[in-house]
T-cell receptor, first 112, second 112 residues
Framework: KAGVTQTPRYLIKTRGQQVTLSCSPI?????VSWYQQTPGQGLQFLFE???????NKGNFPGRFSGRQFSNSRSEMNVSTLELGDSALYLC???????????FGSGTRLTVV | AQSVSQHNHHVILSEAASLELGCNYS??????LFWYVQYPGQHLQLLLK??????LVKGIKGFEAEFIKSKFSFNLRKPSVQWSDTAEYFC??????????FGTGTSLTVIP
């Protein structure tokens, strides 16, 4: 079966702009989570969606938001971009918590 | 909140050496435990998982991990590493709320 698909793979944005990242989970997976990965901070949890509802939220400012559609696809939006938002943004989907996540390849966001 | 500690930030080994990467977590309730690996330029992949039963779990590529509940630990081991094991390794813990907590990662470099 197809894996987790994230688009786009790379993005370059300027400070103050906003950006939307997309994630298509594995077919049948209803839970989608987003993480920010940076060399210094490792993987930091942004939020998790399940059946179109945000079920868990990490400790990020309100500029980071997300949503999930009825087909389980998810989008993440970052408004008013800052240089520190440059990172690899990972999406992961899960069928059940016992089986762990399947990660996408990520979207590399560079803010200049 | 939960925390996951990976004590070794960067490990350098020669081929055929034995490997043990430490992982400790803070949550006292029922947990599911995972190790993920990220090879250079690739996405995160599940190496092994524990959610019940035998506390010694075997994963792919000869890796294994032992869950020691009394020590809140889930250390990753491999008796003989190969150059191809060079990667970043992440320990993760999830609770029944389907939220995953990741350690900051351990970078392993294997010298041929």
């Amino acid at each position: 079966k197809a894996g987790v698909t994230q688009t786009p793979r790379y993005l370059i944005k300027t400070r103050g702009q906003q950006v939307t990242l997309s994630c298509s989970p594995i077919s049948g997976h209803r839970s989608v989570s987003w993480y920010q990965q940076t060399p210094g901070q490792g993987l930091q949890f942004l939020f998790e969606y399940f059946s179109e509802t945000q079920r868990n939220k990490g400790n990020f400012p309100g500029r980071f938001s997300g949503r999930q559609f009825s087909n389980s696809r998810s989008e993440m939006n970052v408004s008013t971009l800052e240089l520190g938002d440059s990172a690899l943004y990972l999406c992961a989907s899960s069928g059940t918590v016992d089986y762990g996540y399947t990660f996408g390849s990520g979207t590399r966001l560079t803010v200049v | 909140a939960q925390s996951v500690s990976q004590h070794n930030h960067h490990v350098i080994l020669s081929e055929a050496a034995s490997l043990e990467l430490g992982c400790n977590y803070s949550y006292g309730g029922t947990v599911n435990l995972f190790w993920y690996v990220q090879y250079p330029g690739q996405h995160l992949q599940l190496l092994l998982k524990y959610f019940s039963g035998d506390p010694l779990v075997k994963g792919i590529k000869g890796f294994e991990a032992e869950f020691i509940k009394s020590k809140f630990s889930f250390n990753l081991r491999k008796p003989s590493v190969q150059w191809s094991d060079t990667a970043e390794y992440f320990c993760a813990v999830s609770n029944t709320g389907n939220q995953f907590y990741f350690g900051t990662g351990t970078s392993l470099t294997v010298i041929p």
